[in-house]
C-alpha cells in the first residue's frame, strides 16, 4: 500500500499532465466550466483517499474523470430533486393557503330580494 506523500505526488503530477483534458471532457459533458472544476477537485480529493487505502489504479486520469463525472451526475440529481421537492412545497403551500384563507364578507346588512311579477 503506498504511503500518503507518495499518492500526494503522484496526484499532483497527475493534475499537472492531465488537468487540461480532463476539464474539457467534463466540460463537454455539463457546459458549465465551474460545475467541471468543481467535480473535478472533488475527484482528486476522493482520489487522495481512495488510493491511500487501496492503491494507485493503472490509470488514475481515467479514475479521475469517471470519478468526476459520477460526481457530475450526482449534482445533477441532487438539483433536480431539490427543484422537484421545492415546486412540490410551493404547490402544497399554496393549496393550503386556499383552503384557509377567509371568505370576504360584507359588513353592509343584507335587504331581501323581493321580485313582482
Known sequence: MPRHTEVRALAEAVFRREHGR????LIRLCGSFD?????????FSAGLSHWTERGVPD?????ITAAAYRKLID???RERTRRKSSL???MRLRSQASRTRPCR??????????ACG
Not at 480532463?22 to 471532457?25: E, G, L, P, R, V
Not at 490509470?59 to 479514475?63: G, H, K
Not at 364578507?105 to 323581493?114: L, N
Request: no cysteine; proline share 9%.
Open 22 to 25: 480532463i476539464i474539457a471532457n
Open 35 to 43: 460545475r467541471a472544476e468543481e467535480a473535478m477537485q472533488e475527484a
Open 59 to 63: 490509470n488514475p486520469a481515467a479514475w
Open 75 to 77: 449534482a445533477r440529481r
Open 88 to 90: 412540490f412545497s410551493n
Open 105 to 114: 364578507r360584507s359588513s353592509a346588512p343584507r335587504s331581501p330580494i323581493i
